[in-house]
């Protein structure tokens, strides 16, 4: 089965309906490739028709997952261009998970032209409609046919792009969240810390579950005690503390075992701008409950370029379950969910080469 494309119909249609751009699903008509050996290195990276790829049955990127990618958006501005958000930071940690599982790391330009080629053909059907962005999928894998287990010889690199409405639907509903408290998403010294493809599919399961228990997400524990709150399986969280002028906003440390995203990285800045402090913290989920009953966390939210800053509602922990707040979306949460899409979408000022015009 072949993934539908957006194609010549679709453009210049009169603003698509963003609950019709799920996510994931709306594919462009073009992507850029490039593939690497060991004898030769990079060869030049080309923009083509989106199309299949051709793979043996034998690819150690399919067999061992040495396969490894980044996940960026670009927004229509408010003068009608378009701008990517951070991809020079997305450049990066795309060569430091490679970097990780051994692989070729890709040059910063070669990465930001594939970017340049690929939104300046393909974001015409991006209409300026703040519910949509253009999601661009950088990906990375051993292409080489080897059942040996060491580092292949071969690599190939694809960045596809499709249209989308948003993870969790456009609108600042509140999400639910079940805490994992046995399994673990990442281990220490492992790969929680990049994005490598093998992160993903070990969340399923959990998500299976968080869904018969009534909840959208999986909260992810750390990995040796099960006892203090990570991150989402694709998202970051941080945590309201206090109100009004006097609001914190703290999210958990780099722990290794979690993935730093450029969005919290973003929020740290935005929230400085609108005047709060921000910082990182270690909070155990009996103090993340106990906290939300005394009044002393007002909101949580989760963070990522999927997901945009998406306010978390209530939270299920086994037998017990609590709301956050009123279990609506609190006013930091929509204050830094606004400052985020205002810079993207270049109505705030840009706090310093984050938005790549194309
Ligand atoms: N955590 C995980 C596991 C992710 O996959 C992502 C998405 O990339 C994030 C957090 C958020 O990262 P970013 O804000 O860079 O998209
Ligand atoms: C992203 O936010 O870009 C992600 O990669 C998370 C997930 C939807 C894969």
């Given at each position: 089965?072949?993934?539908p494309v957006?194609?010549?119909?679709?453009r210049?249609?009169v603003a698509?309906?963003p609950?019709r751009?799920a996510f994931g699903e709306?594919?462009?008509?073009h992507?850029?490739?490039?593939a690497?050996?060991?004898e030769?290195?990079w060869h030049p990276?080309?923009?083509?028709?989106?199309?299949?790829?051709?793979m043996d049955p034998?690819?150690v990127?399919?067999h061992?997952g040495q396969?490894?990618f980044?996940?960026?958006?670009?927004y229509?501005?408010?003068?009608?261009?378009t701008?990517?958000?951070?991809a020079?930071?997305?450049a990066e940690?795309?060569q430091?998970s490679a970097?990780r599982?051994?692989?070729?790391?890709?040059?910063?330009?070669?990465?930001l032209r594939a970017?340049d080629e690929l939104?300046?053909s393909?974001a015409?059907?991006?209409p300026d409609?703040?519910?949509?962005s253009?999601?661009l999928?950088p990906?990375?894998y051993?292409s080489e046919?080897l059942?040996?287990l060491?580092?292949?010889h071969?690599?190939?690199f694809v960045?596809?792009a499709?249209l989308?409405?948003?993870?969790?639907a456009?609108?600042?509903d509140?999400?639910?969240?079940?805490?994992?408290?046995d399994?673990?998403r990442?281990?220490?010294?492992?790969?929680?810390?990049i994005?490598?493809?093998?992160?993903?599919?070990?969340?399923y399961?959990?998500q299976?579950?968080?869904a018969s228990?009534g909840?959208?997400q999986?909260?992810?524990?750390?990995?040796?005690?099960?006892?203090h709150?990570?991150e989402?399986?694709?998202?970051?969280?941080?945590f309201v503390h206090g109100?009004?002028s006097?609001a914190?906003?703290?999210?958990?440390p780099?722990?290794g075992?979690?993935?730093?995203?450029?969005?919290r990285?973003?929020?740290?800045?935005l929230?400085?701008?609108?005047?709060w402090?921000?910082?990182?913290?270690?909070?155990s989920?009996d103090?993340?409950?106990?906290a939300?009953?005394?009044?002393?966390?007002?909101?949580?939210f989760a963070?990522?370029t999927?997901?945009g800053?998406?306010?978390i509602?209530t939270?299920?922990d086994?037998?017990?379950s609590?709301?956050?707040?009123d279990?609506?979306?609190g006013?930091?949460?929509?204050?830094?969910?606004?400052?985020?899409t205002?810079v993207?979408?270049g109505?705030a000022?840009?706090?310093?080469?984050?938005i790549?015009r194309?």
């Amino acid at each position: 089965m072949s993934a539908p494309v957006l194609g010549s119909a679709e453009r210049g249609a009169v603003a698509p309906e963003p609950a019709r751009y799920a996510f994931g699903e709306f594919f462009t008509e073009h992507m850029v490739t490039a593939a690497w050996t060991r004898e030769e290195g990079w060869h030049p990276a080309y923009l083509r028709p989106r199309g299949s790829l051709s793979m043996d049955p034998a690819m150690v990127g399919l067999h061992y997952g040495q396969a490894v990618f980044e996940g960026l958006k670009a927004y229509r501005q408010a003068d009608g261009a378009t701008g990517v958000f951070r991809a020079h930071d997305h450049a990066e940690r795309f060569q430091r998970s490679a970097r990780r599982l051994a692989m070729p790391e890709l040059p910063t330009d070669t990465f930001l032209r594939a970017v340049d080629e690929l939104v300046a053909s393909d974001a015409g059907p991006l209409p300026d409609d703040p519910a949509l962005s253009l999601y661009l999928r950088p990906l990375l894998y051993a292409s080489e046919p080897l059942l040996a287990l060491r580092p292949a010889h071969q690599y190939q690199f694809v960045m596809i792009a499709f249209l989308t409405g948003g993870f969790f639907a456009d609108r600042p509903d509140p999400v639910s969240v079940w805490i994992n408290r046995d399994q673990s998403r990442a281990a220490p010294g492992g790969t929680g810390d990049i994005k490598c493809a093998g992160n993903y599919a070990p969340g399923y399961l959990a998500q299976q579950r968080a869904a018969s228990a009534g909840c959208q997400q999986v909260i992810w524990l750390d990995p040796v005690e099960h006892n203090h709150v990570e991150e989402m399986g694709g998202m970051n969280l941080f945590f309201v503390h206090g109100s009004g002028s006097r609001a914190r906003i703290v999210t958990p440390p780099r722990t290794g075992t979690l993935l730093p995203g450029i969005t919290r990285d973003s929020l740290f800045t935005l929230a400085a701008r609108l005047g709060w402090r921000s910082g990182e913290e270690r909070l155990s989920v009996d103090g993340w409950r106990e906290a939300c009953r005394s009044g002393a966390i007002t909101e949580a939210f989760a963070c990522g370029t999927a997901a945009g800053v998406t306010p978390i509602g209530t939270v299920h922990d086994g037998t017990t379950s609590w709301r956050i707040g009123d279990g609506g979306p609190g006013p930091v949460t929509l204050a830094l969910r606004s400052a985020l899409t205002d810079v993207q979408r270049g109505r705030a000022a840009d706090p310093g080469g984050w938005i790549r015009r194309v």
